[in-house]
């Protein structure tokens, strides 16, 4: 994938709504961004809170519409983890859980997910050593 740290957006510019990739949605401020980012573009696009916006002080609000959370967020990442739990729409999340088929918009979250909600601690009976994982065998001499 090309990146054109010039030719994206910017925290202060608003994207033109000509300038759209036909794939996956992301929006750009000029045109021949957009041809550059078309050719290797897999149509895969999670949606970004707008932190430009959102900044009042050190603290960040959600500037989604319609959001009924009026609490400031101490960091960009409690924001961002907000914003993918609440405002994205099931198709933009592109991470499937294989155990319950639960949906992510980022890996990190989808791992975060089967680590807490599908690996389990183990206790051996026999030596009394934890293990964790989803499969666990009781391998004895």
Do not use: W
Not at 3 to 17: A, G, I, K, V, Y
Not at 36 to 58: I, S
Not at 59 to 75: D, H, I, L, M, R
Request: net charge positive; proline share 4%; with cysteine.
């Amino acid at each position: 994938m090309t990146f054109l740290p010039s030719l994206s957006l910017t925290q202060e510019e608003e994207p033109d709504p000509s300038c759209v990739c036909t794939r996956c949605g992301k929006a750009f401020t000029k045109q021949k961004a957009v041809d550059v980012h078309e050719k290797n573009c897999d149509g895969l696009f999670v949606r970004q809170p707008k932190f430009y916006k959102a900044k009042v002080g050190n603290v960040y609000y959600c500037q989604e519409a319609g959001c009924p959370n009026k609490t400031a967020f101490e960091s960009e990442y409690s924001l961002r983890m907000h914003f993918y739990d609440n405002h994205l729409r099931e198709a933009e999340k592109i991470f499937v859980c294989e155990y319950c088929q639960a949906r992510f918009a980022l890996r990190t979250i989808l791992n975060k997910h089967v680590k807490l909600a599908h690996e389990k601690s183990h206790v051996c009976d026999y030596c009394g050593k934890y293990a964790k994982g989803i499969m666990f065998t009781i391998i004895r001499d």
